[in-house]
């Protein structure tokens, strides 16, 4: 029998309250939601003295729900009925954007620098995860808002787990990690499991995690950009109030066609390529300190000059920082050669007045 919103009430339905009847003929259960085996649900007692006496109760109710053929995994949380409260939370992003008045920019936000690649695999994410880091080191407050739906790696990079709170059901409020203030879409699904959405979906996913997100007051939000041109760079630029872009490549050949599509998506779109960013830039190897251009030399250089734009900063290939990123520390957290080329990326875009 396939596994239903009713299969699952049914269940339910079998557990008796001490004080008679059940969880659903006293009508206590809310959102109930049945998706791709995953179970939720919340048990709203009458008053909170009763919600404390029915702990044994909810073990008895995610054991019953766990047991039906295929349940992979359930969620319950036990909350008591107040008239002052507000419905209880819910966390789901995604769906359809809602109407603007106008470009949207979260209150307390000063800046927002897109991180963007024409291709992936150039390390952006690992250039923004570090450049928040290394800002934030600078003493600027930064915001992390990782907007890759599909492949969200900084909740790895960052070494944050867990899943945002909403206090309202409205409001979602971020995590925290290596003085960054975080959002991602990896933070509300499992790590192995795969966002299928089309279009919209992205797009009102993006505009949640911008506009319903407590970022307080920064002076720059970095948004983790996908690679290419796609649903969610357009959302970002005709949908919120953005600086503008840093563009990331490798000098190879291959990456800069890519890296030039992006920079003209952005010159469509109006919004201002803020300087170049070339990674892998170099090789030294750690046994000789001979030193290697492996994806090629001056690329990224050379499109800067034609574009008449700063090439913000060449940093090398590396191995610690690859491990670091594995690790959930950041590179840019600690001391070293890396750490002080991503420290003066950072003084180089406050000097510049970037951030």
């Not at 085996?37 to 702990?55: D, K, N, Y």
Request: aromatic share 2%; net charge neutral.
């Amino acid at each position: 029998m396939a596994l239903t919103r009713e299969s699952v009430i049914a269940a339910l339905q079998r557990i008796e309250l001490p004080d008679g009847g059940t969880l659903v003929s006293r009508d206590m259960l809310r959102a109930l939601t049945v998706e791709d085996g995953m179970v939720r649900f919340v048990i709203e007692a009458p008053s909170p003295e009763m919600a404390r006496q029915m702990t044994g109760l909810q073990k008895t109710a995610e054991a019953v729900v766990r047991d039906l053929p295929g349940v992979r995994d359930v969620s319950i949380v036990l909350t008591a009925h107040d008239t002052a409260a507000q419905k209880p939370p819910s966390l789901k992003v995604g769906g359809h954007p809602t109407p603007q008045a106008g470009p949207m920019k979260p209150a307390g936000v000063k800046r927002i620098i897109a991180v963007a690649s024409g291709k992936g695999g150039v390390g952006k994410s690992t250039v923004s995860s570090n450049l928040a880091v290394a800002l934030s080191r600078a003493g600027k407050k930064v915001g992390l808002l990782d907007a890759d739906i599909y492949g969200p790696s900084q909740p790895r990079m960052m070494g944050a787990k867990g899943r945002p709170a909403s206090p309202d059901g409205k409001t979602i409020e971020p995590l925290h990690a290596h003085g960054v203030t975080l959002m991602s879409i990896g933070f509300m699904v499992e790590e192995d499991k795969a966002v299928v959405w089309r279009g919209p979906m992205l797009m009102g996913a993006l505009q949640q995690m911008l506009g319903q997100v407590n970022w307080g007051e920064l002076d720059v939000l970095i948004v983790d950009l996908p690679p290419g041109t796609g649903d969610v760079q357009l959302t970002l630029c005709q949908r919120s109030e953005l600086s503008g872009a840093l563009v990331v490549s490798t000098p190879q050949d291959v990456a800069l066609i890519d890296a030039r599509k992006a920079i003209n998506m952005f010159g469509t779109l109006k919004t201002p390529v803020l300087g170049l960013i070339e990674n892998m830039s170099t090789f030294t190897c750690p046994n000789c300190g001979h030193e290697s251009h492996i994806f090629g030399h001056g690329g990224v250089v050379d499109e800067a000059q034609k574009m008449g734009v700063p090439l913000l900063g060449q940093l090398p290939i590396d191995l610690d920082t690859r491990l670091a990123g594995d690790a959930g520390t950041p590179i840019a957290a600690g001391e070293g050669p890396m750490a002080q080329a991503y420290a003066q990326l950072a003084q180089g875009l406050i000097r510049g007045g970037i951030v």
